[in-house]
């Protein structure tokens, strides 16, 4: 079987990317659909960022086998670029959570984030957008090392030569699904989003859709700032919490995948649905990267 890929360009030009939420359950029967449609939407997509729980038991080698079943050919042709969320994490037989074994055997990932936490921790640069993934599983694992990403981070972002700047992850600065809150993440990182003007946040883990600029006090507006998204790529759904005013647009028992395109200084956002019909679509423009990107309302029912 023939396998064809592009490395990326020498130059800054104009690409797209697939971003997808928690595969995590019922993998190859109803998550397969998902990734298939967004490759025959965009089958020139440039990579797909994974934002967590890609599958439901980790070190668990049938269910990877369905992941890599699900994405077929597509796994083969367009890089992964995947977060670890809490279901790649398993207890060893000293009852300690500990990363899945299978993580660093099947990808190959960048080895620049923190001594103790590289290839869940890194970043990459892509034309004009840095890229960064982070290990929020820390929330719950260990504080030390939490700190130690933020310290990192702050470093990755200050000596960012690139105008786009997008971080994915697993568990919410904003969560969407009844109940949950990460306070700890939130009053951690937050700020460094905001000091250096980070554009796109990839989330995951709340099994629901949310959308929303990050905005003072987590109060709805349109003053600028990161725009920060939850996505859910499998079946398994919660029920979305609709009290938060952060949220401009929410969705709940609906599989969905994003395109995201970068042209200069133009970021193109669409969310799909599995059977590929538009469900949510904004605009960010951005002329410097020192500055917020302005946003734009593209749908067209609001």
């Known amino acids: ?46 990579f797909i960022i994974h934002a967590g729980d890609l599958i ?47 993580w660093q055997a099947q990808y190959t990932l960048p080895e620049n984030g923190p001594e103790r936490l590289k290839e869940s921790v890194y970043y990459i640069d892509y034309s004009n957008v840095r890229v960064i993934s982070l290990n929020s599983q820390m929330i719950v694992l260990d504080s030390t090392s939490l700190k130690l990403q933020a310290k990192w981070l702050e470093e990755v972002l200050k000596n960012n030569p690139k105008k786009w700047t997008m971080i994915t992850y697993h ?23 905001d000091k250096y003007h980070v554009d796109l946040l990839l989330q995951g883990h709340d099994h629901t859709y949310s959308r929303g600029q990050n905005l003072p006090f987590g109060t709805s507006g349109k003053v600028g700032g990161p725009m920060y998204v939850v996505s859910v790529a499998g079946p398994k759904m919660y029920k979305v919490d ?61």
């Open 1 to 46: 079987e023939w396998f064809q890929f592009k490395t990326a360009p020498a130059t800054d030009k104009p690409f797209s990317f697939i971003y997808l939420g928690d595969a995590q359950n019922d993998i190859r029967s109803k998550w397969s659909r998902v990734i298939r449609k967004a490759f025959t939407t965009h089958g020139d997509a440039r």
């Open 242 to 302: 609709v009290n938060p005013k952060w949220m401009d647009v929410f969705a709940e028992d609906t599989q969905l995948f994003q395109i995201i395109s970068v042209n200069g200084d133009d970021l193109n956002y669409t969310a799909y649905k599995a059977s590929g019909e538009v469900f949510d679509q904004f605009k960010l423009k951005k002329t410097s990267k020192n500055k917020a990107a302005e946003f734009t309302d593209l749908r067209k029912n609001k």
């Open 171 to 193: 568990h919410p600065i904003y969560s969407t699904a009844k109940g949950r809150d990460n306070k700890e993440f939130r009053e951690l990182f937050k700020p460094l989003f």
């Open 56 to 102: 439901n038991r980790s070190n668990n080698d049938n269910e990877w086998g369905e992941w890599h079943f699900g994405g077929g050919f597509i796994n083969g042709m367009i890089p992964s670029i995947p977060s670890s969320g809490n279901h790649e994490y398993f207890r060893d037989e000293q009852r300690t959570l500990t990363l899945d074994p299978h």
